[in-house]
């Protein structure tokens, strides 16, 4: 099936995607059509997306960091989307001629460790980053290289852009390092409802498969006097 006519019928009628169990066993969610359209609205308002956007897919469609960061958002609104598997050595190569792409901490990892990121130019990309903790040295690489680097949280269950800070200066991430709570930056714009419980963090709201219900999240969150958002880890009890 042609993914464009993929897409189209995900949008029409939900559709179930698996955990990445990075934080637990790996579980099939159900994302229902409503949650979807809230879900690429904020996906497109946090990064920018329009109908002029240029997507770089390189995450797994079947995950939500894949199909629902910026994929089914772009597709909603007409932008071009091209999906590829992962290849560290082309990704330099080929992201410069693309506005959006999605990685994962490890995809930056391995793709900073290339020897094309040493020259490359990332001044006309954006890079959201997520699914596992972003850590600063990785937020520093990329930056380094002129991009727009979106550190972002979300789950299968929630957004995924729900959580996000978007750095496209060194001033601007050593102003965050600085007042940090020593753990991994979340982020200081909110796209659902929040609270914390005894440490842990609860959302709800429309881009919530549980809708107005709280959903307990079990990542131990602070938020420091700035309204800034630090993962310090995960109660898996």
């Excluded at 629902?68 to 597709?75: E, K």
């Excluded at 002129?146 to 050593?174: H, L, R």
Aim: charged share 20%; hydrophobic share 30%; glycine share 8%.
């Amino acid at each position: 099936m042609e993914l464009n006519e993929t897409l189209s019928k995900i949008l029409k009628n939900g559709t179930e995607l698996k955990s990445s169990g990075t934080t637990g066993p790996q579980k099939s969610i159900w994302q229902t059509y409503t949650k979807l359209r809230h879900a690429n609205q904020a996906a497109r308002e946090s990064q920018k997306i329009t109908k002029n956007s240029k997507i770089y897919t390189i995450c797994k469609m079947e995950h939500a960091g894949g199909l629902l960061a910026q994929t089914l958002p772009a597709y909603e609104v007409g932008a071009e989307i091209t999906v590829k598997k992962f290849n560290p050595w082309r990704f330099c190569e080929e992201v410069v001629n693309y506005t959006h792409t999605h990685i994962t901490p490890t995809h930056g990892r391995i793709i900073a460790s290339t020897k094309g990121f040493r020259d490359v130019d990332l001044s006309n990309v954006w890079i959201t980053c997520g699914s596992d903790p972003v850590e600063w040295d990785l937020i520093e690489s990329f930056v380094n290289k002129g991009c727009t680097f979106m550190a972002n949280w979300g789950m299968t269950e929630v957004g995924p852009c729900a959580i996000n800070t978007v750095f496209n200066s060194i001033e601007k991430v050593n102003e965050f390092k600085q007042r940090s709570l020593q753990g991994t930056i979340l982020g200081d714009h909110q796209y659902c409802h929040t609270k914390i419980v005894d440490g842990e963090l609860y959302v709800k709201g429309m881009i919530s498969v549980y809708g107005n219900e709280w959903y307990n999240t079990k990542d131990l969150v602070e938020i420091n006097d700035e309204g800034e958002f630090y993962y310090k880890g995960r109660n898996n009890a």
